[in-house]
T-cell receptor
Framework: DGGITQSPKYLFRKEGQNVTLSCEQN?????MYWYRQDPGQGLRLIYY???????QKGDIAEGYSVSREKKESFPLTVTSAQKNPTAFYLC?????????????????FGAGTRLSVL | DQQVKQNSPSLRVQEGRISILNCDYT??????FLWYKKYPAEGPTFLIS?????DKNEDGRFTVFLNKSAKHLSLHIVPSQPGDSAVYFC????????????????FGQGTILTVHP
């Protein structure tokens, strides 16, 4: 089945520790995204990548890092610099299509990773 | 600066009646709008979208209306069913000058819809 796989489903971080969240897609999408969801705040964009070996900061990139070495993979590292990491993290992907095409701008999401601090 | 706002945190509707979820935006450059549905502990799933060249798009029980002059869109669900109970997010994007959008979306805060018997 085609889709986006996030792992692990639950993750715990100790003080001062870096943790990495995995995101893999087999939809052949060029673009991938990381969002953070906090209660009552909707989804906020952390980082996004439009193509392999390239990525841009989103609205709340501080304390996070990413890499995009393969089209299928876009891992997110939550560093010790992120002081409030407890949240639900969502990965998404999309493919750029022409303005006149159908289905433009639709992002498809994984099931999410819930990160908590010990 | 919240460019996309869903001012109703929650909505409670009786089964079989109409659910109307609202969304306002401030960025006049937005030209494509989407609604996503999300269950707890799951990722959002795409529901329906609308381009700024239209004012209505319909898909089964779901209809999205766009009022560009008011910078307002709404999602109508008719008839509402208990399985529709979820969080609904509206999202917006800007198509770049080349006509190809890479799908960078700005989301609202979400509205919790509860459909009761």
């Amino acid at each position: 089945d085609g889709g986006i796989t996030q792992s692990p489903k639950y993750l715990f971080r100790k003080e001062g520790q870096n943790v990495t969240l995995s995101c893999e897609q087999n939809l052949n999408h060029d673009a991938m995204y990381w969002y953070r969801q906090d209660p009552g705040q909707g989804l906020r964009l952390i980082y996004y990548s439009q193509i392999v070996n390239d990525f841009q900061k989103g609205d709340i990139a501080e304390g996070y890092s990413v890499s995009r070495e393969k089209k299928e993979s876009f891992p997110l590292t939550v560093t010790s610099a992120q002081k409030n990491p407890t949240a639900f993290y969502l990965c998404a992907s999309s493919t750029p299509v022409r303005t006149s095409g159908r289905g433009r701008n639709i992002q498809y999401f994984g099931a999410g990773t819930r990160l908590s601090v010990l | 600066d919240q460019q996309v706002k869903q001012n109703s945190p929650s909505l409670r509707v009786q089964e079989g009646r109409i659910s109307i979820l609202n969304c306002d935006y401030t960025n006049s450059m937005f030209d494509y709008f989407l609604w996503y549905k999300k269950y707890p502990a799951e990722g959002p799933t795409f529901l329906i979208s609308i381009s700024s060249i239209k004012d209505k798009n319909e898909d089964g029980r779901f209809t999205v209306f766009l009022n560009k002059s008011a910078k307002h869109l709404s999602l109508h669900i008719v008839p509402s069913q208990p399985g529709d109970s979820a969080v609904y997010f509206c999202a917006a994007s800007v198509t770049n000058a080349g006509g190809t959008s890479y799908g960078k979306l700005t989301f609202g805060q979400g509205t919790i819809l509860t459909v009761h018997p």
